[in-house]
């Protein structure tokens, strides 16, 4: 399944907590709109994009997905995700994430709402069929934890330390409505790009997925993912201390899947509000 479920999954990296904040009506908007192509193997399997306001400390993000290239000829589905929140420091506050994808004849939902620390309503379909083995979600696994669009942003709590080792410095704790898991980064270098609307310096990480609940650990896919050689790059957004990601790829039994910018609008002018409804 080319679900966004799964890849929401796979692409989550990097955020917390809650509280309420009020944004300035006219403080500085920056804003990302970017065209992704997903694939795998060297093959064009799906192409993504993304679409992120900042308005103050508010943010609002969408992400659509759909397949292209061959991918085409496996699947039509489809899907797509938005989220809002808070950016308070070095944290991801969010507060609302919805997701609807079609895939292999099966409609996915989830719709959470999101508040001090913790899940405050959910909706999700279809629910997981009653396993035994599987390892159940409590109140305990989606207290302070993010939704995976959220976790696209990553912030750090000063400017100077955006193309560095703090950069990647994080465990990011993700609940995507089914499963949650922990994706822990660590630094491994720069590397200098060019094209696709941005010219510059990304940071390199290294990424390990970690699973937590919701999971059956005796699956071969639970196993493969926990151990798979997983990297992203991300760059600056248009403000010094917010990076998005640029380039994501996860070796998979298939070949590498490889999620990478291929055009992207950078604008850090304007005063509009950034929709957190």
């Known amino acids: 399944m080319f679900g966004l479920m799964s890849f929401g999954r796979l692409v989550a990296l990097p955020m917390l907590a809650a509280a309420l904040l009020t944004t300035p009506a006219e403080a500085k908007k920056n804003s990302v709109g970017g065209l992704y192509n997903i694939s795998i193997a060297g093959f064009k399997v799906g192409r993504g994009t993304l679409s992120l306001v900042m308005q103050g400390n508010a943010y609002s993000a969408k992400v659509s ?7 085409t000829l496996f699947t039509t589905g489809k899907g797509g995700a938005e989220a809002s929140g808070w950016m308070v420091g070095s944290r991801v ?3 609302k994430y919805r997701m609807a994808s079609q895939a292999s004849n099966l409609d996915f939902y989830v719709n959470l709402s999101q508040g001090s620390g913790s899940i405050r309503s959910m909706e999700v379909a279809p629910q997981f069929k009653p396993n035994p083995e599987r390892i159940k979600v409590t109140d305990r696994h989606t207290r302070n934890a993010i939704d995976p669009l959220s976790a696209a942003l990553m912030p750090v709590g000063r400017a ?3 193309l560095g080792p703090k950069a990647c ?3 990011l704790p993700v609940f995507d409505g089914w499963t949650r898991f922990d994706i822990k980064l660590s630094y491994s270098g720069t590397k200098e790009v060019s094209g696709h609307g941005y ?3 990304v940071v390199v990480c290294k990424a390990r997925w970690v699973p937590v609940a919701g999971h059956r650990p005796s699956k071969d896919s639970v196993k493969y993912m926990a151990k798979a050689n997983m990297e992203v790059w991300v760059a600056p957004m248009g403000r010094d201390n917010v990076l998005v990601p640029y380039r994501i790829s996860i070796d998979t039994k ?9 055009k992207l609008k950078i604008d850090g ?3 509009d509000q950034a929709s957190v409804d």
Do not use: F, T
């Not at 899947?257 to 291929?262: G, K, P, Q, S, Y």
């Open 160 to 162: 100077k330390d955006s």
């Open 169 to 171: 410095s994080r465990r």
């Open 199 to 201: 010219d510059g310096q």
């Open 254 to 262: 298939n070949g590498r899947l490889i999620v990478e910018a291929d």
């Open 93 to 95: 506050v969010p507060s």
């Open 269 to 271: 002018a304007g005063s």
């Open 65 to 71: 997905l759909e397949p292209a290239g061959i991918g």
